[in-house]
DNA sequence: TGAAATGTTGGGGCG
DNA sequence: ACGCCCCAACATTTC
């Protein structure tokens, strides 16, 4: 009498991929056996953006709800998540393979130069003894896909994305498991692991509710948005070449924090585009669903930027910008966070994003040019605090906005490019029914007035604060600051 | 994925 | 009727 075979068991270690379908991790694994889905989490979360795992603190509540969100879907499948609390996450992998007869690990990947640090260290120092496969899950394009003609990655978008608009077709999809089998027999005892509240990431106080009343942070919700977005007709998607710039009306997917987390997949999300429009490539889609693939680009740029250049995350890729004479007034920087500048669209920005961990992304290059031109405060500053305040907040994409805005960076907006708040507000919000949405105080101001309050005279019983810098003052002082480290000097 | 300053043009008011 | 001026409206250049 023979004892049953045992399958492989494979360790799947769930990073930011965090969906059932299309994850080709969680597909091969399932394939190849019996699969244990580990979560790890630093013991200390808050830090840097470039330390492992670390998290701002509304990425946290999003990280809490879209743990226990795939954690009971992946039980549903016949596994669940296996969570640890280490610091040494080789050390924790390399056990709990041991513990479960584990001979692969398989994960997705991440760019973020810490976390690129331990992925090597789990392939260098465990896969002697194990099979070690690691995929870009919620990308596109892998990092170094895409060189121009000299073999080095692009800086500018407009060619990387044209490069790589020749490459991209239809993707074929991983296949989505319908059952996981857990290890059997002598591997087969349950590994301990904490309850996911037991991560402390929701904070104590109130502000995790009203990001929690703001979005439905699971992979249904991600669902939802996304037919929502793209199957109405006439549409967002459709109308998406001017709706997306218009932040008083839901004309953006808001599919910003699903693809962090990896509860959509970028891959489907451009099939399904293409099959709507019958095409099997983006260059000849009509404007709207074009611009939204493209955006879906920026996304990939970023990420392949920081794989090529890590020390982006904190210093300007252009080192000119390095010895750049930020001022440093925390008075100001406190207006500008908490929507206290008396500009509107700024303050209507700042309290959005406080409000709703989500910021609309034309109101984003406004009050960070606010910030790093009016108020000549470095870009760092900005980026920290939208690393705390957003649901989507990513190392990379935040580096490239940032950068990009100061002009520091790849693509970057020219140092002379001032974006003036009022005729943004105008332009962009010409009926104010953002600025209304998120300075209530202002409500009763005339539409003509929206967006410059104290020509309408602040004493007519509005408590709103007087602009902390005038405009014309600002923009000749930032000209003259950018124009003594303008490329060529 | 600007804005402001400067230059040019053409229609209309008016002597 | 004609020329002059004013100034939108648009184009170009500059920051």
Known sequence: MSLPAEVPVTLL??????????????AQAAARGAVVPVFLHPESSIGPSAADGARGG???????????????????????????????????????????????IYYDCRVEPDA?????????????RIEVRGWHANLLLTPGQILNGQGEPFRVFTPFWK???????VFRLAETPTRLRSPTGASGRPLPGLDIDALGLMPAHAWPGTLLSAWDMTAAGAERRWR????????????????RDIPGTDGTSKLSPYLHFGQVSPRQLWNDVLRAQ????????????????????????????????????????????SAFPWDSDPRLLRCWQRGQTGYPIVDAGMRQLWATGWMHNRVRMIV???????????????????????????????????????????????????????????????????????????????????????????????????????????????????ARIKAGD
């Open 163 to 169: 490069a790589a608009c020749r490459q991209l077709g």
């Open 368 to 482: 960070g040019s606010f910030l790093v031109k009016h108020l000549l405060l470095p870009w760092q500053d900005g980026e920290r605090w939208f690393w705390d305040t957003l649901v989507d907040a990513d190392a990379a994409s935040n580096t490239l906005g940032w950068q990009w805005v100061a002009g520091c960076g790849a693509d970057a907006a020219p140092y002379f490019r001032v974006f003036n708040p009022i005729l943004q507000g105008l332009k962009f919000d010409p009926d104010g029914d953002y600025v209304r949405t998120w300075v209530p105080e202002l409500a009763s101001v005339p539409r003509a007035f929206i967006h410059a309050p104290w020509e309408y005279g602040l004493f007519r019983g509005v408590a709103y604060p007087e602009p902390i810098v005038d405009h014309a003052t600002a923009r000749a002082r930032a000209l003259a600051a950018f």
């Open 116 to 128: 690129r640090v331990v992925e090597s260290r789990v392939e260098q120092e465990l896969g002697r």
């Open 278 to 321: 019958g095409q099997t490539h983006a260059e000849v889609l009509p404007e709207g669903p074009r611009r939204f693939l493209a955006e879906l680009g920026w996304r990939e740029f970023a990420q392949q930027l920081l794989f090529h250049f890590p020390h982006t995350l904190t210093e300007p890729l252009n080192s000119k910008f």
């Open 58 to 104: 509304a990425s946290r509540v999003w990280l809490h709800q879209a743990l226990l969100d795939f954690d009971a879907a992946l039980r549903g499948l016949g596994s669940g998540l296996v969570v640890r609390r280490t610091d040494d996450p080789v050390g924790e992998l390399g056990r709990i393979a041991a513990a479960c007869g584990a001979t692969a």
């Open 228 to 243: 929502g977005f793209a199957s109405d007709t006439p549409g967002a998607l459709g109308n998406y070449g001017e709706g």
């Open 13 to 26: 270690w769930v990073r930011n991929a965090m969906r059932v379908a299309d994850n080709p991790a969680l």
